[in-house]
């Protein structure tokens, strides 16, 4: 895989917070906040039509990963956890 793109939420932040650090290791990896009708506020968003637009153009070894629902993780852990 020699690019690859992560579209989400608001975990995306913290992942390309992450890669910043790591940069030279991950230079072929964008990361994408999709827009958010709840939180108009925020900023350096993208349409889910332009990421619909972001992926097609991608070549076919590309990876995409996507960041979304990234609380929901914790809260189905904590319901189904056994302690």
């Not at 809260?75 to 956890?81: D, E, P, Q, V």
């Amino acid at each position: 895989m020699t690019k690859a793109v992560v579209i989400g939420h608001s975990h995306s932040a913290a992942i390309a917070q992450a890669l910043s650090l790591e940069r030279p290791e991950f230079e072929g990896v964008s990361v994408y906040r999709l827009e958010d009708r709840k939180r108009p506020y925020e900023r350096d968003v993208i349409t889910l039509r332009k990421a619909i637009s972001i992926v097609r153009e991608l070549p076919a070894d590309a990876g995409v990963f996507l960041s979304t629902l990234g609380t929901y993780h914790n809260i189905w852990g904590l319901l189904r956890s056994e302690q």
